[in-house]
């Protein structure tokens, strides 16, 4: 198991950009696959990006050319750029790992950051 932990949520204006950041306590995080979900109020938990350990990233179209994943394997974190924020952006963003062998969707999960897009 991973312990995950999230922050850098909060209020935006739309058009806005926030930074969000996990940092995972496994030494071995980088043989890992991070990603990011979402989940807004009354809807199912979404992909957002994912990030291989290899370093290789993939983005739901809904914020592909907005959003951007990164890690950094020194320091055991991953972030994500949001940059010009919607209103249906607004949800709690959670942090996932897992190993290659384990489906997406599934190992550890953060407890969540809420984030909102309002003017």
């Known amino acids: 198991q991973v312990q995950l932990v999230e922050s850098g949520g909060g209020l935006v204006q739309p058009g806005g950009s926030l930074r969000l950041s996990c940092a995972a306590s496994?030494?071995?995080?980088?043989?890992?696959?991070m990603a990011w979900y979402r989940q807004a109020p009354g809807k199912q938990r979404e992909w957002v990006a994912t990030?291989?350990?290899?370093?290789?990233?993939t983005y739901a179209d809904s914020v592909k050319g907005r959003f951007t994943i990164s890690r950094d394997n020194g320091n055991n974190t991953v972030d994500l750029q949001m940059n010009y924020l919607k209103p249906e952006d607004t949800a709690v963003y959670y942090c996932?790992?897992?190993?290659?062998?384990?489906?997406?969707?599934?190992?550890?999960w953060g407890q969540g950051t809420q984030v909102t897009v309002s003017v």
């Open positions: 996932n790992a897992r190993t290659s062998a384990v489906p997406a969707g599934l190992g550890s």
């Open positions: 496994r030494s071995i995080f980088s043989r890992y696959v």
């Open positions: 990030i291989t350990s290899g370093g290789s990233t």
